[in-house]
């Protein structure tokens, strides 16, 4: 029978497990244990035991969908299901900020949540952040969660945007898990209001003629300037779209989709997501590190390239191939635009 060691002083980590295994200093059948946060329960002790702490994404965005479903299937009125969506905003924020997830983006409502919606659900979704925000910010303050905002508050409510200010200030002390909620939140109004910023602080700063425009520093007038890109993003409701949400920031990003509606969304689903997230690392290389972002593909990507190389030049693909093969560039686009557009048949909603 396998034997479990537990050490709290040790670090054990399971990459640690593999390198003592390899250098033949841990005995067979033994298994060494990361320390488990407190606060999680049965399940969620279940789940992250098998996770490797070291590789936890730094950054993880939600688009918190299904609330409307959530409560149609109950013959309740959807205003049930974002009320039932607070238990779950509640139980994915504190097993983020129990297991040392150093950001949580929250997309709670989009611009066109705003502009598209009945003005009664619309009312209802202010009453509950300005409650949601009142009664949190003792829990936010106990977790040591600092709250931040993305989107144009400017548009919101007054009273709503006092509550926000308020509790900012009052978790702003904080210096775990930065909970970040998009509100009024566009992606593409994002981009618009930083290329607005960039161009006004230049002209404040010597005129147009030293605007310089790279990557670095779009990303330094997204609202997101406080936090890095995420490294996964999760959408419930098993809907397959970005709906507006963090476009740029996305780019990098490894996408989990789940069935689960939002009300019935826990902390234990968000460890099932980091779980996946990190068996797709060991597969296709990794986001993971500060090198991810902008440097192209990771070693093992690289490797897996090369890997792709061989074994198309062993298998006997020629040029004469190549010049009609589905694998180039323009065969690909060409075969995009004579696909049958099967999302055309979809109904959408944003
Ligand atoms: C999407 O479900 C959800 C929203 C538009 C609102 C999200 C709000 C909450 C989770 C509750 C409060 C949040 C905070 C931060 C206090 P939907 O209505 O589009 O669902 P449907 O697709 O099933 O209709």
Known sequence: MNRVFRNRDVVPFPSLQGFLSRVSLLPKGITLQHKVPTGLDRKETEVYRQLD???????????????????????MPRVAGHRAGVAAVRSTVETAARIGIHALTLYAFSEENWKKRPKSEVDFLMR????????????????????????????????????????????????????????????????????????NSVSQNGGLEHLRIDEDTVARHLYTSHLPDPDLVVRTSGEMRLSNFLLWQLAYAEIYVTPTLWPDFRGLHLLEGIAEYQKRERRYGGLNGDSHAHSGPSGEMRASMADLAVELRTNGTNSEDDSDSENTDSGNREKLHHSKPHASKVTRKH
């Open 53 to 75: 702490p070291e590789r936890l994404p730094k950054h993880i965005a939600i688009i918190m969908d299904g609330n409307g479903r959530w409560a149609k299937r109950r013959h």
């Open 128 to 199: 509950l952040l300005s409650r949601y925000l009142k009664a949190e910010v003792p829990t936010l303050n106990k977790n040591n969660i600092r709250l931040e905002y993305i989107g144009r508050q400017h548009e919101l409510p007054e009273d709503v945007q006092e509550r926000m200010a308020w509790a900012r200030h009052s978790t702003a002390q904080n210096t775990g898990t930065v909970l970040t909620l998009a509100l009024n939140y566009s992606a593409r109004s994002e981009l618009v209001d930083a290329f607005r910023s960039m161009v």
